[in-house]
């Protein structure tokens, strides 16, 4: 009998040795994406739960704005490049009435000013429409690295908004497994410090690490979160899925 109470207590103390935490999957490099310009959705070529490709195309919006800011571009610099070839051919008239002392200097010098000052137009006028056409390739919306759609909240014939995320992208090269650990347990960890890390699902078991340790408590239950981050090869891995974290 004292044998058998002899080795429930020393279960029960190595299991109180161990310490198991329940989290989840999240993915830390997760992206809003939204598009720079508004216009109406043209088309969408992502679903939720697809995987995408860096610079792969997720949807398009239409041209308008950007056509309606290029016209007005090129008008500027047509009326800009019509005035000087005016004022050229007026100081080249000039000049010559100035060999023959028919115009004053003053007339002439005010004439290659405002040339001078058109030219300077031009450029600026130039450099605006070519800023313009710059801004057609921000039509195609495209993913900024590999990952899966988590999210997607536009539809073709839909007005994409600056600053309103239209798609939400997450990493699945860069998981790690989020928990709450109570705040009476905290002296267990520290950064750096390995643990082990299952997804019953896939009957997955690793070694991972606690590479954050976030100084901010839930008053209501007194736990801080923490993230833990383990390397594998499974690509079955995906965000929001149940883990363990096990802490000696």
Same mark, same amino acid.
């Not at 993915?27 to 995408?52: C, H, L």
């Not at 008008?75 to 080249?92: C, G, I």
């Not at 082990?196 to 976030?214: F, N, R, T």
């Not at 901010?216 to 923490?226: C, E, G, L, R, V």
């Given at each position: 009998?004292?044998?058998?109470?002899?080795?429930?207590?020393?279960?029960?103390?190595?299991?109180?040795?161990?310490?198991?935490?329940?989290?989840?999957?999240?993915?830390?490099?997760? /992206?809003?994406?939204?598009?720079?310009?508004?216009?109406?959705?043209?088309?969408?070529?992502? !679903?939720?739960?697809?995987?995408?490709?860096?610079?792969?195309?997720?949807?398009?919006?239409?041209?308008?704005?950007?056509?309606?800011?290029?016209?007005?571009?090129?008008?500027?610099?047509?009326?800009?490049?019509?005035?000087?070839?005016?004022? /050229?051919?007026?100081? !080249?008239?000039?000049?010559?009435?100035?060999?023959?002392?028919?115009?004053?200097?003053?007339? #002439?010098?005010?004439?290659?000013?405002?040339?001078?000052?058109?030219?300077?137009?031009?450029?600026?006028? @130039?450099?605006?429409?070519?800023? #313009? /056409?710059?801004?057609?390739?921000?039509? !195609?919306?495209?993913?900024?690295?590999?990952?899966?759609?988590?999210?997607?909240?536009? @539809?073709?014939?839909?007005?994409?908004?600056?600053?309103?995320?239209?798609?939400?992208?997450?990493?699945?090269?860069?998981?790690?497994?989020?928990?709450?650990?109570?705040?009476?347990?905290?002296?267990?960890?520290?950064?750096?410090?390995?643990?082990?890390?299952?997804?019953?699902?896939?009957?997955?078991?690793?070694?991972? @690490?606690?590479?954050?340790?976030?100084?901010?408590?839930?008053?209501?239950?007194?736990?801080?979160?923490? @993230?833990?981050?383990?390397?594998?090869?499974?690509?079955?891995?995906?965000?929001?899925?149940?883990?363990?974290?096990?802490?000696?």
């Amino acid at each position: 009998m004292k044998k058998i109470l002899l080795i429930i207590a020393l279960g029960a103390a190595l299991m109180a040795e161990t310490l198991t935490l329940s989290g989840s999957v999240i993915s830390d490099n997760q /992206k809003m994406i939204t598009s720079r310009f508004m216009g109406f959705v043209t088309n969408v070529y992502v !679903n939720e739960g697809e995987k995408v490709k860096r610079n792969q195309i997720l949807y398009t919006i239409d041209s308008r704005e950007i056509d309606s800011a290029a016209r007005q571009s090129e008008l500027s610099l047509q009326m800009y490049q019509n005035q000087y070839t005016n004022v /050229k051919l007026n100081l !080249n008239r000039y000049k010559r009435l100035l060999e023959k002392d028919m115009v004053s200097k003053y007339e #002439v010098e005010n004439l290659e000013l405002a040339a001078l000052n058109l030219q300077d137009m031009i450029s600026i006028a @130039k450099a605006r429409l070519q800023e #313009v /056409k710059n801004q057609y390739k921000y039509l !195609n919306v495209k993913a900024p690295n590999s990952g899966v759609v988590v999210a997607k909240n536009i @539809k073709v014939g839909e007005m994409a908004m600056p600053g309103m995320p239209a798609i939400v992208l997450s990493d699945l090269s860069d998981l790690k497994i989020s928990a709450d650990i109570p705040e009476s347990n905290l002296s267990l960890i520290t950064h750096g410090k390995k643990v082990i890390v299952e997804i019953p699902s896939l009957k997955l078991k690793a070694i991972g @690490k606690i590479s954050a340790i976030i100084p901010n408590s839930n008053p209501m239950t007194h736990t801080f979160k923490i @993230k833990v981050s383990f390397k594998t090869n499974s690509k079955s891995i995906y965000p929001g899925m149940y883990a363990t974290i096990s802490i000696n």
